[in-house]
Structure formats: structure tokens, C-alpha cells
């Protein structure tokens, strides 16, 4: 069984940073590719970035540039760092992990609020 706990939300002026972290319980190289997600009120949750198990990164569009995603395997969590953060990127973001067989999981969610 593996678990996700995402961390580091919370209430940000536009322009500033934030960092979330996902803590893998069990070991992350179970785990194929990880992925920070998001949703907005009233949208659908849409991939921010991704990476594999060899370093293989995917970045949405709208946070190429902002938004910088690692892992660290010996610490079993994976990163998302967020700069020049915008009013549009509020949203709740969770991390996802998905196992070689095709399984996945989810964290139970962190919200992001960029505001003045």
C-alpha cells in the first residue's frame, strides 16, 4: 500500500513562491512516474508537471518557466517548486504517483492561494 501527503499550501501575494512537497510512505521507487495536479473551483484537475523514475519531465504549458518539479529518492518525496506565482494558478494541487502495474494514488490535497 502506498500513500501520498502533500504539504506547503497555502496563501501567497502574485509573484511570490511557494514549495510543496509530496512524502511517499513505502519505498518511491515502487512508483514509475509522479505528478503534481491541480483543480480549480468549478474546472477540471489538469497536469502541472510530472517526472519518472528517469528523470523524464513534463511541464503544463501555462508553469513552463515558473514551476520546477524533482524528486529525491532517498528522502521518498517529490517537490514541486512554484515562482512568479499568479492569481490563476489558486487551486487545490495533489500529487499523484502511478505504479509500473498502472496503479495509482492520490493525496488527500493541499490548496494554493495566490492573492493580494
Known amino acids: 500500500q502506498v500513500q501520498l501527503v502533500e504539504s506547503g499550501g497555502g496563501l501567497v501575494e502574485p509573484g511570490g513562491s511557494l514549495r510543496l512537497s509530496c512524502v511517499v510512505s513505502?519505498?518511491?521507487?515502487?512508483?514509475?512516474?509522479m505528478g503534481w495536479y491541480r483543480q480549480a473551483p468549478g474546472k477540471e484537475r489538469e497536469l502541472v508537471a510530472s517526472?519518472?523514475?528517469?528523470?523524464?519531465?513534463r511541464y503544463a504549458d501555462s508553469v513552463k518557466g515558473r514551476f520546477t518539479i524533482s524528486r529525491d529518492n532517498a528522502k521518498n518525496t517529490v517537490y514541486l517548486q512554484m515562482k512568479s506565482l499568479k492569481p490563476e494558478d489558486t487551486a487545490v494541487y495533489y500529487c499523484?504517483?502511478?505504479?509500473?502495474?498502472?496503479?495509482?494514488?492520490w493525496g488527500q490535497g493541499t490548496q494554493v492561494t495566490v492573492s493580494s
Open positions: 517526472i519518472t523514475r528517469g528523470n523524464n519531465i
Open positions: 499523484n504517483g502511478v505504479m509500473d502495474n498502472g496503479r495509482f494514488y
Open positions: 513505502g519505498s518511491i521507487f515502487s512508483i514509475n512516474t
